[in-house]
C-alpha cells in the first residue's frame, strides 16, 4: 500500500524557517518525480515546487523561489522542503505528493501556520 | 504563472448530468495532454478522478469522465450522486517541470 506521511509542521513567526518531511512507503520512491502541493485555509491547491527522481532537476512557483528548496534523499525514501523567510501567506496544509500531475497519492498534510 | 480557470460553483439534481469547465492558455492545458481532475471532501486529501484528460484511475466510477478542446478542459459527472457533493479542481502540465492548479469548483447535488 502506497502511503506518503508529512511532518514538520507547527507555528512559526514571520522570517523564521521550517523543515517538512515526507516519508514514502509501498512504491520505488526513487522512480517518481515527487511534488508538494500547498493549500490554505479556506483556499484552493498551489503547487509549490516539484523534484526529479535522481534530484537533478527541479522547479518551485515564483512566490517562493529564493525562500523555500524542495529535496530529497533516496535511500531514506523521503522528500523534503526547507522554508526560510515564511510569510503569513505561506499559513497552509503542505501535501506531498506523487508525481508532477496526475498526482495519484497524497499524504494527509501538515499544517504550517505562520503569525506572531 | 496564473491559476486555471473554473467557475466557483456548479449544481445538480440526482441522477443528473453536471459538466465543470476548466479554462487555461496555450501554454498549459492547450499545450499538454496533462489535464487531471481532483475529488476534495471537506477535511479529506484531495482525491485523482481523471489523469491525461480523460483516463479514469482504478476504483474510479464511470460516471466521471474528461475532455478537452483547445485551452479548455472539462469534467462531466454523470447521474449524480449525493457522495459526487465535493470541491473540484482541476491541473495542468505548464512546462518546465511544474504545475498549475485551477482555482476549485464547489459541486452541489440539490
Known amino acids: 500500500e502506497v502511503q506518503l506521511v508529512e511532518s514538520g509542521g507547527g507555528l512559526v513567526q514571520p522570517g523564521g524557517s521550517l523543515r517538512l518531511s515526507c516519508t514514502a512507503s509501498?512504491?520505488?520512491?526513487?522512480?517518481?518525480?515527487m511534488t508538494w502541493v500547498r493549500q490554505a485555509p479556506g483556499k484552493g491547491l498551489e503547487w509549490v515546487a516539484s523534484?526529479?527522481?535522481?534530484?537533478?532537476?527541479?522547479n518551485s512557483v515564483d512566490s517562493v523561489k529564493g525562500r523555500f528548496t524542495i529535496s530529497r534523499d533516496n535511500a531514506k525514501n523521503s522528500l523534503y522542503l526547507q522554508m526560510n523567510s515564511l510569510r503569513a501567506e505561506d499559513t497552509a496544509i503542505y501535501y506531498c505528493v506523487r508525481n508532477i500531475v496526475s498526482n495519484d497519492f497524497w499524504g494527509q498534510g501538515t499544517l504550517v501556520t505562520v503569525s506572531s | 504563472q496564473s491559476a486555471l480557470t473554473q467557475p466557483p460553483s456548479a449544481s445538480g439534481s440526482p441522477g443528473q448530468s453536471v459538466t465543470i469547465s476548466c479554462t487555461g492558455t496555450s501554454s498549459d492545458v492547450g499545450g499538454y495532454n496533462y489535464v487531471s481532475w481532483y475529488q476534495q471532501h471537506p477535511g479529506r486529501a484531495p482525491k485523482l478522478m481523471i489523469s491525461?484528460?480523460?483516463k479514469r484511475p482504478s476504483g474510479v466510477p464511470d460516471r466521471f469522465s474528461g475532455s478537452k478542446s483547445g485551452n479548455t478542459a472539462s469534467l462531466t459527472v454523470s447521474g449524480l450522486q449525493a457522495e459526487d457533493e465535493a470541491d473540484y479542481y482541476c491541473?495542468?502540465?505548464?512546462?518546465?517541470?511544474?504545475?498549475?492548479f485551477g482555482g476549485g469548483t464547489k459541486l452541489t447535488v440539490l
Open positions: 491541473s495542468s502540465y505548464a512546462g518546465s517541470n511544474r504545475g498549475v
Open positions: 523534484i526529479k527522481q535522481d534530484g537533478s532537476d527541479k
Open positions: 509501498g512504491f520505488t520512491f526513487s522512480s517518481y518525480w
Open positions: 491525461e484528460v480523460s
